[in-house]
Structures are given as C-alpha cells and as structure tokens.
C-alpha cells in the first residue's frame, strides 16, 4: 500500500500562486509515476500533470500547461504542484496519486490521497 498526503491547498486571488505537496508513504517503489488531478465543482475529476519518478519527465493538461509546474523530491518522496497564474476556474479540490503507467486517466493510478482544496477569487 502507498499511502499520500497533499498539503499547500488554500484561497488566493487571482493572478496568484499556490504550491502543493504530496507526500508519500508505504511501498513506494511499487509506483513510478505521480500525479495531480483535480476535481472542480459540479465536474468530474480531471487529469492536471504527472511525473515519472525516475526520470522527471512531465505531461501536463492543455488548461494548466505553462502556469503550472509538477516535480518531485525523491530523497523526500515528495511531489510538489507549483501553481501561477490562479484563475478562478482553477478553484478545485486538488488530489495526488500515484501509479505505475503515466496517462490521463483516472485508471492509472492505483492510489490517491483525500485531497486538498485550492479556492482562487476574482
């Protein structure tokens, strides 16, 4: 079992910054790729941005492409969401997952965290 905790969430206001960070506990080495999805109000959860553990490769989302940022901190087992550029569209609950096949979907990942909120106002 892989356990993840995301912390960082809070309210800011547009045009701001916000960093997350996803730590990870248990068998990791079970899962080679991290990720962030997140779930806006009244819409499914969606794919945000993903890095291979061993190569920090990235893939990011069409909408979050070029404002955010994902890396990860092996030694810390940590993967860190780096947010610019806040748009009240950005307002979600933001989860951490890992897995071992880096994708889009939801069925990638075998493990989640409960989730951090990120409010951003006009």
């Known amino acids: 079992q892989v356990q993840l905790v995301e912390s960082g969430g809070g309210l800011v206001q547009a045009g701001g910054s916000l960093r997350l960070s996803c730590a990870a506990s248990?068998?990791?080495?079970?899962?080679?790729?991290m990720a962030w999805f997140r779930q806006r109000p009244g819409r499914e959860r969606e794919f945000a941005a993903a890095?291979?553990?061993?190569?920090?490769?990235?893939v990011y989302a069409d909408s979050v492409k070029g404002r955010f940022t994902i890396s990860r901190d092996n030694a810390n087992r940590t993967v860190r969401l780096q947010m610019s550029g806040l748009k009240p569209e950005d307002t979600a609950v933001y989860y951490c997952?890992?897995?071992?096949?880096?994708?889009?979907?939801?069925?990638?990942?075998?493990?989640w965290g409960q989730g951090t909120q990120v409010t951003v106002s006009s």
């Open positions: 997952a890992a897995g071992r096949y880096i994708g889009y979907y939801k069925s990638n990942y075998d493990y």
């Open positions: 248990g068998r990791t080495f079970s899962s080679s790729v």
């Open positions: 890095v291979r553990i061993s190569s920090g490769s990235t």
